[in-house]
């Protein structure tokens, strides 16, 4: 990784924690580098289609200010002949006019129209977070294998289709903005703004960790969060849940980043671009030459996204799945809680448990994705499951269970992450069920039996596993260390037993 790059991230550090309706942004502050920039808002930009007849995939771009011009990857711009977005963050010098690569959002217009006119509108939003990185992602790789930043246009229109079906939204021209017309931001929002020495935000929806975005300056940020803020609303989930271990879920984007090299191209205006992605996160920063005195040859970072491109138990909006020799195991997503005292989690009153309850992350769990990295200076594969585990953690289910399920003890799970060496060999990521009980839920018996195999091959022991179904008679061959603590109609609630729970202390 570039040192640049790689002495910003370590430069952040976490100042607050902002819900909004089903996001989180956790914001960043770190020491201002670079230039003074200026943002796409008001006469300081020109945007206008490259010649009468235009084309899909450029825009002129003319910078009336005495500051560079940033644009963002993503950023809408609407009117000319059809909606646009720019493909790749570029600089612009001051009092210049630069052609800038885009892709079109609005797939059934090729016109100019009368409430539009001919010049473009922007500065307001950019696209929906996972549009964002997939078309950067596509961009980037264009941009360095061919040097021609191209997103893909019909895959830019396929997703924005997809969207905008799953979205309910109708639109006569196939436009992305007809999705954010439906949105107020100032509900959504509020009065919120970044506090003054923010220079940007890592972000989550729902509980799931998609990535960070930060600028040199504090007043960037200031500038562009809400545009940015508002094409995450729109990926929102309905959910209230909200993240834990902020601080370290940035630590373990440093980690996963460490790593991957960084392809340099130079910029389409000022300075130049790097980016880098693996299969699990992608990077893009847009980087200048440093005026420090004593830097010769250094750069400051302007502006850098890093997007959590697939999570290990999850990809995009898919339920989790595992796939193990063709066969899939569902895992079920607990249903909500009950209300159930702490007794029935496997929790006694008076008793503080080893680790967070409001998330019940394993102990070992946690530690592992705060450790340093190994001694040779690579980032273990399995310190990154278990770190983006962490961070895409389920709140647990309280202790019900209407089906098949697969227990452990924690303390053997937390035996079997610290020995494995392969994130291929490991199971989905259980849920902590009162940080004693390792848990899986399956829709079927086999579903279940494939990931008691994969333990098995770990090396837990037999009979320190649980296999059953809650609604047979196979509950009266449970195990001796696991017991039935409560039956209702919904289901049973299963706990560690007395023993297991208090081992006697050796002498």
């Not at 880098?276 to 420090?292: F, I, K, N, Q, R």
């Not at 399995?382 to 585990?389: A, E, F, H, N, T």
């Not at 709140?395 to 003890?409: H, S």
């Amino acid at each position: 990784m570039s040192v640049s790059v790689r002495q910003r991230l370590d430069a952040l550090q976490v100042t607050s924690t902002k819900a909004f309706r089903g996001m989180t942004v956790v914001s960043l502050a770190a020491p201002a580098v670079g230039p003074q920039l200026t943002l796409l808002h008001g006469p300081e930009a020109r945007v206008a289609e490259r010649d009468h007849d235009g084309t899909i995939a450029a825009l002129h771009v003319t910078n009336h200010s005495h500051l560079p011009l940033l644009l963002l990857t993503g950023e809408l711009f609407r009117g000319g002949k059809q909606d646009r977005a720019v493909n790749l963050t570029t600089l612009i010098r001051p009092q210049t006019t630069q052609q800038v690569t885009t892709s079109c959002v609005e797939r059934d217009r090729w016109r100019y129209v009368a409430q539009l006119g001919e010049h473009f509108s922007g500065g307001r939003t950019t696209s929906p977070w996972h549009l964002r990185t997939a078309a950067s992602i596509r961009a980037c790789e264009s941009r360095t294998v061919r040097g021609v930043a191209d997103a893909g246009q019909e895959a830019v229109w396929d997703e924005i289709s997809e969207f905008l079906r799953e979205r309910e939204v109708r639109s006569l021209t196939a436009s992305l903005h007809d999705a954010f017309d439906r949105m107020d931001m100032d509900t959504a929002l509020g009065a919120w703004s970044p506090a003054a020495d923010d220079v940007g935000a890592m972000f989550f929806l729902g509980e799931r960790l998609v990535g960070l975005e930060v600028f040199g300056r504090p007043e960037a940020w200031r500038a562009a969060h809400r545009r940015i803020l508002a094409g995450l609303h729109l990926d929102a989930p309905d959910s209230e849940r909200l993240p834990s271990f902020p601080a370290m879920n940035l630590d373990l984007l440093r980690r996963m980043t460490r790593h991957i090299p960084l392809h340099r191209v130079p910029g389409q205006g000022l300075g130049a671009e790097l980016t880098g992605s693996d299969e699990a996160v992608h990077l893009a920063a847009a980087t200048v030459p440093s005026d420090a005195e004593g830097a010769e040859g250094a750069e400051d970072v302007v502006h850098l996204r890093i997007g959590v491109v697939r999570h290990p138990d999850h990809s995009g909006r898919r339920r989790p799945i595992w796939r193990r020799g063709g066969h899939r195991a569902d895992v079920v997503p607990p249903d909500e809680a009950d209300g159930y005292p702490l007794e029935s989690y496997g929790f006694e009153e008076g008793v503080e448990p080893d680790h967070d309850p409001a998330t019940r992350v394993p102990a070992a769990v946690a530690q592992a994705a705060a450790a340093p990295p190994s001694k040779a200076g690579l980032v273990n594969e399995l310190d990154i499951r278990i770190g983006r585990s962490v961070a895409a953690l389920r709140r647990p289910p309280t202790g019900r269970i209407n089906g098949w399920f697969l227990a452990v003890p924690i303390s053997d799970y937390e035996k079997l992450l610290v020995g494995v060496r392969s994130v291929a060999r490991l199971p989905p990521l259980p849920h902590a069920l009162g940080g004693r009980l390792a848990l899986w839920l399956g829709s079927d018996e086999e579903s279940v039996r494939w990931i008691r195999g994969a333990l098995l091959e770990l090396g837990v022991p037999p009979d320190r596993t649980a296999k059953g179904d809650s609604r047979s008679v196979m509950l009266n061959r449970l195990p001796t260390w696991l017991e039935v603590c409560q039956r209702t109609e919904r289901g049973v609630h299963l706990r560690l037993t007395p023993e297991e729970r208090e081992p006697p202390r050796s002498a």
